[in-house]
Every structure is written in structure tokens, then in C-alpha cells.
């Protein structure tokens, strides 16, 4: 199963559950989030 390192809304793990595949998730703290948020990939410039 691939792994994705992003930041996820709109009960996207809910979905994917219901599809039968298993969603691991993490709830990032103000300062972790902020720092998520604000990264930029060299991939996406």
C-alpha cells in the first residue's frame, strides 16, 4: 500500500475504511501543523 505524508479533511480515512482499506492518521499539534502547512516540496515548485 503506498504512503502518503499529507495533510487530510473531509473524512477522507472514513472513505478509505469504508473501501475496506485501513488509513493511519496522526493528529499534529498547533506547532506541527503549522510547520505542515508551510512546507513547500521542491516537487511542487
Known amino acids: 500500500m503506498p504512503?502518503?505524508?499529507k495533510l487530510v479533511r473531509d473524512k477522507i480515512p472514513e472513505i478509505i475504511e469504508s473501501?475496506?482499506?485501513k488509513a493511519?492518521?496522526?493528529t499534529l499539534h498547533t506547532e506541527e501543523y503549522l510547520v505542515e502547512v508551510n512546507y513547500s516540496p521542491?516537487?511542487?515548485a
Open 3 to 5: 504512503k502518503f505524508h
Open 42 to 44: 521542491l516537487s511542487f
Open 24 to 26: 493511519i492518521t496522526t
Open 19 to 21: 473501501k475496506g482499506q
